[in-house]
């Protein structure tokens, strides 16, 4: 274990704005390893890691709460922050990003869901031939992709976006495009993106197949019907990591 002196000494780099709750616990998992920090150390007061790496002391707390639900940290008032267990990089950074970035990715999965059911009903609805031509190639792509990989997440996008153009509403295209990335950012790098696992390929293909056919055949309820298995799985997914 470092000294109170030799912690003083170790720094931690400042924050971009962009992915906090990565970069955070990125950062910190960095500190502890550095200052040889074990269980039953004390970490640093939340003004001073919030001084250090740029952020408020709102985001420092945030990301200590959440470690203290995993059970990693201890937070005794009035006397500090204190580690539970021994810290390793690969134990920890991961679990507790996802764990951190969950509620966000829920709550987009909430957003997704009401403007995709309603971009699926109105794809079956207006979709003009060429449209319906264009969710097709980009499903054959997908499959092909899954088939190959086990994963198609590029692809897996083209698909939706295909089908979002038919819908004739570019506002929803816009939404979804945000909602995505912000996705696709939480689970950048991590061995737990439920969209890079054998189960979303095997349970969510059938359910994509049966989307392009309902838009094919101008069937608004099947078309919405086969949105709500897909956000359903992945919701479930995540929750089930819970």
């Known amino acids: ?13 400042p924050l971009e704005r962009d992915g906090f709750a990565t970069r955070i616990l990125k950062s910190l998992t960095a500190y502890i390893q550095a200052a040889e920090l074990k269980a039953g150390d004390r970490l640093p007061t939340e003004r001073a890691l919030a001084a250090q ?9 945030e990301a200590l709460q959440t470690w203290q639900a995993m059970g990693l940290v201890q937070i005794r008032k009035g006397s500090g922050t204190y580690l539970a267990q021994d810290i390793r990089a690969t134990s920890l950074h991961v679990p507790v990003t996802i764990n951190l970035e969950r509620e966000a990715v829920l709550n987009s999965l909430e957003l997704r869901r009401a403007i995709e059911t309603d971009a699926a009903r109105l794809a079956a609805r207006r979709g003009r031939a060429e449209d319906v031509e264009r969710i097709r190639a980009a499903l054959e792509e997908m499959e092909a992709a899954y088939a190959a990989h086990g994963f198609a997440i590029r692809q897996d996008r083209t698909f939706h976006e295909a089908m979002f153009t038919a819908s004739g509403n570019p506002l929803y295209l816009q939404i979804f495009q945000q909602i995505i990335t912000r996705i696709s950012d939480a689970f950048n790098g991590s061995r737990e993106n439920p969209f890079v696992t054998e189960p979303y390929a095997d349970e969510s293909q059938p359910d994509h197949r049966r989307l392009y056919e309902a838009v094919a055949e101008g069937d608004e309820a099947g078309a919405v019907a086969a949105v709500m298995r897909i956000i359903d799985f992945v919701e479930a997914a995540l929750r089930h990591d819970q």
Do not use: E, K, P, W
């Open 1 to 13: 274990m470092a000294s109170d002196s030799q912690q003083s000494q170790i720094s931690l780099r």
């Open 53 to 61: 790496l740029g952020v408020g002391r709102s985001t420092v707390r």
